[in-house]
Structure formats: C-alpha cells, structure tokens
C-alpha cells in the first residue's frame, strides 16, 4: 500500500471518506477538512451547516504557523441587554441553555446569531489550502444532490425525549415549512431511518459559494434571498450584520500536562477551562488503574472546579476581559487541589447532558494538522425557502441577565464548550482531538487526553473508554461504569445518575488522530456514527 498520506477522523463515515481521498490525491490536511467539513454539512445536517459557527486550530511546520481561526456567531445588531431578563426561565443545569415558555431562544428567527462557517472556511482556504475553493466543495455537491440516507443518530437526535424544557424533535423541525419539508415524511412524521433525504437547494446553495465565492454569502445574492427572508421576522440579524462578520485569528492557548504542551482554543471557546481541569489533574496520583474511583472521582471534581471558574470568568474577549492566564495557572490549580484533598465536592447543577455539534480531526504525512469544531447549535428549525440550508439556534447559550462575562450584546459572541485541540510532545503533535456535545465537549476531550498520557491507550481506546461528566452538580456516567465503582463514588458523596446506554451518545463523541512511536491511528468515538478513513 506504500506510505501514509494522512488519515481523517470524524463522526460522519462518507465525509472522512471524501477527506481521504482528497489527501490520497496529494492534497493536504488543510485541503481535506475543507472538503471533509462541507461533507459533513449534508451527512449531519443537524450538527453542523452554512449557517453556524465553529472554530478551528492548524498546525503547519513547513512555515512554523500554529493558532487558530474562530468564526462564532455573533449577536445581531438588533438585540438589546436584558431584553429578555423578564421572561426568562433559567438555564438548563447542563450546558446552560436559555429557556424560556416559547421557546423563543431554541425555535425560529429569534434563536439566531450572525453565522460565521462560510467565512472560517474561507480563511482556512486563503490560507493554506492547495486545491480551488470550488473543487473542493464539488463533493458536498453531489452529496446533496444524490441523497443521504437517514442514519441511526439523525433519528435518535430528533426522537429522543428532549432535556426538561426544551422542545421535542417534531417541534423543532415543524418551525418553518422548509424545514418540515426536508425533515417530515408524507403522514408528517420523523424521516425512518435508511429514508433518503435529497438537498437539491443546499446543493445549489453550495454551487453557488463554489462559482461565486464565499463573500457572496455574506455580501452577494445568497445574503440578499437571507435579508429578504428575514424581513419582517422577529429575528436580531440585519444584511448589515452580514456584511461585518469578519473572522477572528488568534494564538492558540497553552498549558502543559505532565510534559506535554496542550494548545487549545481562546475564549469565548474552552480551551482554557480544559487546560485548568488538567492542570488540577496533574496534581495528582490518578493510579494505575484507569477507571478505577479515584480516577473518576478526581477526573469529576476536576471538571467542575474548572466550570465554577469558566461560569464566572467566561466571555468574547472582545468585549470583556476574560483572565485567561489566571485561569491556566499552576496556581490556580494548586488552589483547587488544596480544596480537593480537603474534601470540596461538585454541588449546584445536574441534568441530562445535550448532543449537538460536530468534529473533525485530519492529519498528514508532511506534518500538517487541523482540529475543526463546527455546530449550528441544536437547530432553530428554519430552513429560508429555496436555500436547504439548517440556521443556527446560538443565542440561546448567553446569559440572559446583563452585566455577566456572558451577558447579550449586538455584535458579541456567546460561550462555547467547543475545544479543538492539539497535544505536543518535543515540539511536534502527538495527539489531535475534539468532539462534539455541548460542555460535554470539554469532559470527552479531558477523558481522551488522560486516557493517552496517563494510562497509555491506543486511539480507539482512549475515545471508547467509559466515560463521565460534571459540570458541578450530579456526576454523569454510562452503563459501563462498573457497579462497585458507581457505589465508591457515591460513598464518596457524589450524586451519580448512571445512563442505562452502555455508549450513551448524550456523553460526546471524541475524535482523535494519535501519532506514536512512528505509528499514526485514528479512534472514532462509537457513541455515534464513527469515521476513521486513512489515506495510502
């Protein structure tokens, strides 16, 4: 089979497909999650899209760049702080999204944020991508074109009984007739799985950023068919707020973990909050025994030391002053420990841990690396008729009360669990990981990153292993949580809601490329769906 020419590692097995063979053809990692990313879009329609946000992290060593492009949505021009302090319900305990009656911050034009994935790509492309911007989005094409089958976690998403407060799977895709359209059979119900779903008008959406270029979304007839289906609606985004989006480019944080750099994502992203929950870990012993309770009991105080602080920290940097370094500090991890080993335990939130988004991870032989953390939230259920494109539902993960870190304001962006992530040994990657699910994101990467490091695992077992989550109040695990351990934890005073799945997918799905003794391995995380495609 000769040399590896790079191998993609994501949720959506057809798409890390199409990655492949765009790196088996002599493009590069930063070729293949272009193409890879837009594939996504049609497989996952849910997850990710035209209409989201994400943010992503490259590593190129032929020119020594390393940092990160982040397209988060922003706020439209048209909201107002505390326009919606009244009439709000609170947060959900996992992930703190808005609730509210009506579901105004989940459903319809009100949930969404000014959407950044055309023009994060489009920088990635400018930037280091080898093949033309249209060649590169003829895949996704013909993808829509032919249909995609509904697949197991597609159905599961829009079925499953929704978190407290939030709106079913028919509900939400009955809020516009575009979208019913797409997503209802005949009698009006949920698509079965192994349907065929057709995008003929995503495909011409996608045909037209191929031949007319990605400004065209943002400046062009595609924003003007946005602008005039928005008029008149009770949504917050304007052909204004369209035409400013810009992009924002940044270094990468950085913190150590038992010798190795971690270099993740800046706020409004998590990396931070990762890097401090591993920063607390390293003050520890976790044993030899992975999985074992005092493994998992440190891994869940850790998790929700580090969400007290990105609670009251967490903001757009470009409009608050979010204390980064303090944050990431040995300091301040030494302080957490301190509290630890004197007995401070998780306590506040719990509830069932949402799954939305999508990740890919790509690597190749030249060196070249690309973490991709992409999502339209959970969906706003509009679809603009004659575009076939899913819009995002972002807003509703501000604080709706003003003066917060994280409080609404016009052009601002909201927090985020995403964390795509790069691990370093001696200078070079040695691990590129992310995932999607909410502030579960943070948890799947956290695990992932310990089980290599701290217990050795290959690829796949690193992403499969049994997982938990805390966010600081109940601790969150799967079925495969051994029964005397699940006991342990609760002798040791946590609340534990065991999930009767054994790969329960509300756990994230990590997705990670492991680069080892001269060996490179994907895992695709088998909580849902699962791609590893490997280029020869």
Known sequence: MGRMKGIVVCPQPRAADVGAEVLRRGGTAFDAALATAFCQMVQDPFMCGIGGMGTLQYWRPASGEHGMIDFHARAGSKVTPGMWEADSRGRSEISGYALFDDFRAELGYSGIMT???????????????????????APAIRMARAGIAVTSFHHEYLTRKPMQGMPTGKQRVSTTPACAALYLNAAGEIRDIGDVIRHPAMADTFERLARAGAQDFYTGEIAARIAADFEGKDGFVTADDLAGYRVRESPAVLGTYRGNTIASNPPPGSGAVLIAMLNILEQFDLGDTPGSVRHLDLVARAMAAAHEDRERELGDPDLVTVPVQAMISKARAADWAAKIRDGWLPGGRAGTPPTCTTHLSVWDAAGNAVAVTHTIGTGSGVVTEGLGFNWNNCIKLFDMRPGRPNSIAPGKARTTGMAPTIVLKDGAPFLVVGAPGGSVIISAVLTTIV???????SAVEAVSFPRLHCEGGAVFCEARVQDDVVEGLRALCHEVRQSAISYDPTMARAHAVLLRNGAVSGGADPRGGGGVAIAW
């Open 451 to 457: 089980n290599v490091i701290d217990f050795a695992m």
């Open 115 to 137: 959407p950044g994935t055309v023009a994060g790509f489009a920088r990635l492309h400018e930037r280091f991508c080898t093949w033309d911007w249209s060649d590169l989005l």
